[in-house]
């Protein structure tokens, strides 16, 4: 079982920054699969950014060159880093650890671009 909470969401002007942590619970984080995905009102979820236990990283077209996924799994946390923010960002993040058949969401964090 891993349990996964969010954080750093909030309100930012167009063209701002803002960086979303998420604290893993458990011993095997390294083995995990990390990701994050956002869901914005009336939309599907989708994927923003993934990070594989390796380090590998892959993004939406979206968000290519605005936003990067890291993790350090001596601490347990995965990070996005959100650059040049567009009110099309706007939605609810989560956090999202796979491995093999089990997999783990977070409750959500809330961002919202506007001025």
């Known amino acids: 079982q891993v349990q996964l909470v969010e954080s750093g969401g909030g309100l930012v002007q167009p063209g701002g920054s803002l960086r979303l942590s998420c604290a893993a619970s458990?011993?095997?984080?390294?083995?995990?699969?990390m990701a994050w995905y956002r869901q914005a009102p009336g939309k599907q979820r989708e994927l923003v950014a993934a990070i594989s236990k390796n380090g590998s990283t892959n993004y939406a077209d979206s968000v290519k060159g605005r936003f990067t996924i890291s993790r350090d799994n001596a601490k347990n946390t995965v990070t996005l880093q959100m650059n040049s923010l567009k009110p099309e960002d706007t939605a609810v993040y989560y956090c999202y650890a796979k491995k093999v058949f089990n997999a783990f969401w977070g409750q959500g964090t809330q961002v919202t671009v506007s001025s």
């Open positions: 458990g011993s095997v984080f390294g083995t995990y699969a």
